[in-house]
Each structure stands twice: as C-alpha cells, then as structure tokens.
C-alpha cells in the first residue's frame, strides 16, 4: 500500500503494535494480525522455523474456512518438511535434488490442518481447521502455528527473511508489512525459573480493510417505509429473489427446493425475507427505566447452508460511552477512534 503512514502506539493488553492509518478498523484500531517467524535452530543448508499467526483484533474471528499464509522465498529455499500445516502445492523438486521435499515452490501457499490430523504430522498450537477466534472473544484460541524444516540454502549461509507475505483469513482484506528482524523471542522454561531465547525472529504485521476486501463494496439492504411499505417498490430485490425471477439460485422462497448438489458448495442459500439479509440481529427495547434500560437481542441466521458456532456482535451505542454493566451476555467495550460507545457481546 502506498503512500501510507505508521503509527505506533500500545493496544489495551500492552502490546506494542504499528497500523497503516489508511488500512486500520476505527472500531479496533489496534487490532491486527501479527505473523512472527522464529529460527529455532540452524541446519546443515538451512534452518528450522516456528510460524505463529497471532489474532489481535477484538472481535473479527478468523471463520471457515480458515486462513491461509504465503510469501515468496528470497534465494532458492525449499521447505523440506513441516508439521501443523501443510502446503497446497509441492512444486517441481526434481530439478532441486529434493525429490521427497514438502514444498519445492517459489512462492508457497500453507494452510492449516484439520482437527483430526494425524498426532505426527501435528505441534503444538495447530490443527484448528484454520480457525482463529478473537482476542477479546477467546484470547487462548487467538492464535495458531506450525513447524517447518527449511534448506537449499549452503553451509553456513545468510539467512533471508521471506518476501511478499500475504494472508487470506480467509478472504482478501488483509495488507502485510515487510517481515522485519525483531528481538528475538524469548519463552519461559522449567516454570518460568529459565528464559529461552530462538536463534533470530522476523515479524510483519498485517491490519484489515474493507475497501482492500471489496474492491466494489457489496451491503446487505433492506429497504421499508412506516407508513406504506408500496412506496419502496423494491423491498424484495435486494437479494435476488424477485417474485418473477423463477431461476434465482442464491434466495430460496418458500415453497421451492434447494438446488442440487452442484450448487450447494459454491454459493449460500438464504431464506426470502422482507428485509432480506443473510443474517438479522434485531435490537427491541423491553423497558425503560431512570436509571436503566433491558434490551432483547435476537440474531437470526436466515442461511441454509451456513453455520455460525462462534459469533459475536458489536454494537454502537451512545449509552455505552457512560458507565455501564451489561447483564445476561459477556460484554466488553472496545476502544474506538470516531465512534462512542462501543461494545461487543
């Protein structure tokens, strides 16, 4: 991204972070995804590395189907093996003498492992199908990592960080700084009485866009009028479920059967409705009290072929710029750059 300015500043936990002010969430500003690359150990040719994905945002989850990571290598390096991950593609190896190689590619495309991988092909902090929750949601599954074995490089050769790091998480929307040298990372050992500290860490840090994510920016609508609903006279539109479109394929009225199964991977199927949303969260105030107020909070999923286990919800609301505690839901209020009163159940 060009012409882009950064700033530096330290998130609610602490952590120090840089964001691109052209590419940052108002709602988070602090949030990001933070990619760290460990040397753990040199090799004959090579190196082995820990590749740790790191969730800060505060409530945008890493959903299905899962992130995937690549980058392209600077000299001829070839992953000769990697557990907790694997990559899409192994290349042409027969040319590099690596024949049994995992990755043999320029530019290596890696995905998670699914939960029920093989216990010896997994490590510790991996197999979640991709899966990365928010780190406000559930800071323990805020993260995950994978071990690879790298070599092709020589004896005693320069150690190059990989260039061109990209991030699906899983759709576009992402833009990644250059992986930089960093303090070494340093982990406690024996009960925190010993620090261990890797051989070399690189880390880039790669914050979210809704302009990048869609580059014509695409809304759910839902159109209605009080007092007489003809005055919208597109109500139903929104979706493409018009009443004369008998082949629409995305919206499902009631009364007509999915499509086949050649459809059913490629799209969602969504309900007809009038406000025609995938999904609806509906906000009804119960009472109104002096000193207090009782909201009901509904969200309705409308998907047929769509599921979500692990959501969350953020709300705007001037109320919550006061002193407020909220009761029946986790809540925790973000702080935000422009908006007041910010929280997320």
């Not at 207090?292 to 969350?312: A, G, P």
């Amino acid at each position: 991204m060009k012409n882009s300015e950064l700033i530096i500043g330290t998130g609610t936990d602490g952590v120090l972070r840089r964001r691109r002010r052209d590419c940052y969430d108002p709602l988070d500003p602090n949030g990001n995804i933070t990619v760290t690359i460990d040397i753990l150990q040199r090799t004959n040719d090579g190196y082995t590395a820990r590749v740790t994905i790191q969730n800060y945002y505060q409530y945008r989850h890493v959903d299905k189907s899962g992130w995937t990571i690549g980058w392209t290598w600077t000299k001829e390096e070839v992953i000769v093996s990697m557990s907790g991950a694997f990559a899409t593609q192994q290349g042409n190896c027969s040319s590099l003498n690596f024949q049994d190689a995992h990755c043999c590619k320029k530019d290596p495309e890696i995905a998670d492992l699914p939960t029920d991988a093989s216990p010896e092909k997994t490590t510790e902090g991996c197999c979640k199908g991709g899966l990365i929750s928010a780190y406000a949601i559930n800071p323990t599954k805020s993260f995950s990592s994978f071990e690879i074995s790298v070599a092709n490089l020589g004896a005693n050769s320069t150690y190059f960080a990989p260039q061109n790091l990209t991030i699906m998480a899983p759709g576009p929307g992402y833009t990644c700084e250059s992986l930089q040298d960093t303090d070494p990372t340093v982990s406690p050992d024996i009960g925190g009485r010993r620090h261990v500290q890797v051989f070399r860490t690189w880390k880039s840090i790669c914050t979210y866009s809704i302009f990048v994510a869609n580059k014509a920016p695409a809304c759910c609508v839902s159109l209605s009028t009080f007092y007489n609903p003809t005055i919208t006279s597109c109500r139903l539109c929104s979706c493409g479920c018009r009443p004369t479109d008998q082949n629409a394929t995305s919206c499902i009225r009631e009364g007509y059967n999915l499509p086949q199964s050649g459809f059913v991977n490629s799209l969602d199927f969504v309900k007809c409705t009038d406000h025609m949303c995938p999904v609806r969260v509906h906000w009804h105030v119960k009472n109104n009290y002096v000193d207090h107020w009782r909201i009901k909070l509904t969200v309705s999923n409308y998907n047929y072929k769509k599921n979500y286990s692990d959501w969350n919800v953020l709300v705007q609301h001037p109320g919550f710029s006061q002193k407020s505690t909220a009761y029946s839901f986790n809540g925790t209020v973000l702080p935000a750059v422009g908006f007041a009163g910010n929280h997320v159940p």
